[in-house]
């Protein structure tokens, strides 16, 4: 069975998809659209690895806060700076958690993430639709 995140993880790394795609007046934040479900799910198939650095990333994050805080009560402005610091300081697991977010953004919905198809109809995507014409469908 393959590794999970602990639910304390799980609600850090929320705080932090969201804040590197928010909801605003185009649509939902990340975890809204499926991007933590995208995330996990692909945790469970991708490089051993992976699920160390986004560990290591969510631990960083409660650590940058302090232990009378937590990352869930932290405003939007607290969260861009988290995002900066974790940037800064942590770049490849940074690196792993923003580029999964644009992903599950942006992935089909079958994969977890883009929900409703919401950052497709937000872009003028389409989405996959096979579409074949008469001669397409003869035999040669």
Do not use: C
Request: charged fraction near 25%; avoid cysteine; charge should be negative.
């Amino acid at each position: 069975m393959a590794e999970q995140l602990s639910p304390a993880d799980r609600s850090t790394l929320a705080v932090l998809l969201d804040g590197i795609i928010p909801a605003d007046e185009h649509g939902p934040a990340a975890v809204e659209l499926g991007v933590l479900a995208f995330l996990e799910r692909g945790l469970a198939e991708d490089t051993p690895g992976d699920i160390t650095l986004l560990r290591e990333l969510a631990t960083a994050a409660q650590d940058a806060v302090g232990a009378d805080h937590a990352v869930e009560e932290l405003g939007t402005t607290d969260v861009a700076v988290l995002l900066a610091t974790l940037d800064r300081e942590h770049p490849t697991a940074f690196e792993l958690l923003r580029r999964r977010a644009i992903e599950g953004f942006f992935a089909d919905p079958t994969y977890g993430g883009n929900l409703d198809e919401a950052s497709w109809r937000l872009i003028g995507y389409p989405g996959p639709k096979g579409t074949f014409t008469a001669a397409d469908q003869e035999f040669a």
